[in-house]
């Protein structure tokens, strides 16, 4: 990763501008008050990374938070070096959001499915100014529990939900979560990421294929018709017989 900081006590008032002028991409931040991200500001460092790059480990306390600019990413639970996607991030949301208010484990490891851009900001300096704004613990308290609805919902999907649902409704949700069409992702990358077979994810993205939702080949997703992608995330429940 590549980190280039920003600090007010070098750069006066620019470094607040420049934060203001190119972070607001992400939904949590440009939620704020002005004097709110101008005093979280000088603490941020932004943050390069790279398609299937480790971003954090799981770890007794998390030690930053990460805002996502740019770029998608998953967290992923990870037990005997297996893997399965517990929540992706991307511009709307951060990494280690739990522990803007106190010290949490992370339980989760962080790896890049895209190019990115993230805002990294120690965690104890962001409790420091969310202790004294109520705009902060509401805007953090309100993504902390749709979060943990998405954890919920993700846990439910991977256990009920077939591998065409669930492919449709992951290529439909890195879509929202990157505003972009196309994408370098290998089958086995989205096979560990959902917990599917290789052949499963070729099977599957042929059939979204024919119908018109998506073009994959060699690597190289194109989201062609987010409607027919999106009528395949709520397929119609089986009928049972009387």
């Excluded at 900081?5 to 750069?11: D, E, G, K, L």
């Excluded at 420049?18 to 939620?31: G, I």
């Excluded at 990494?95 to 965690?123: E, H, M, N």
Aim: aromatic share 8%.
């Amino acid at each position: 990763m590549d980190y280039v900081c920003y600090r007010a006590a070098n750069f006066g008032l620019w470094s607040a501008h420049l934060f203001l002028t190119t972070v607001p991409a992400n939904a949590l931040l440009s939620a704020l008050p002005t004097e709110i991200t101008e005093a979280l500001g000088s603490h941020l460092v932004r943050v390069n990374f790279d398609a299937g790059e480790v971003i954090t480990e799981p770890a007794d306390t998390t030690d930053d938070l990460y805002f996502v600019e740019q770029g998608a990413v998953s967290g992923m639970w990870s037990e005997d070096g297996i893997g399965l996607e517990a929540h992706l991030v991307g511009s709307e949301g951060c990494l280690g959001a739990a522990a803007w208010l106190f010290p949490t484990p992370l339980s989760l490891r962080y790896i890049a499915q895209t190019p990115g851009v993230c805002w990294k900001i120690d965690c104890r300096q962001f409790q420091a100014i969310a202790a004294g704004s109520v705009d902060i613990q509401y805007v953090m308290s309100r993504y902390n529990a749709g979060l943990q609805a998405e954890l919920a919902e993700n846990i439910v999907w991977s256990s009920q939900k077939p591998g065409l649902q669930r492919l449709a409704k992951w290529f439909a949700k890195l879509q929202d979560r990157t505003q972009q069409t196309e994408f370098l992702i290998t089958q086995a990358t989205i096979g560990t990421t959902l917990g599917l077979q290789r052949t499963t994810v070729n099977e599957v993205a042929k059939v979204l294929a024919q119908h018109g939702a998506i073009s994959y080949l060699r690597g190289r997703l194109k989201i062609i018709n987010r409607a027919v992608l999106d009528a395949h995330v709520v397929l119609p429940a089986p009928s049972r017989s009387r």
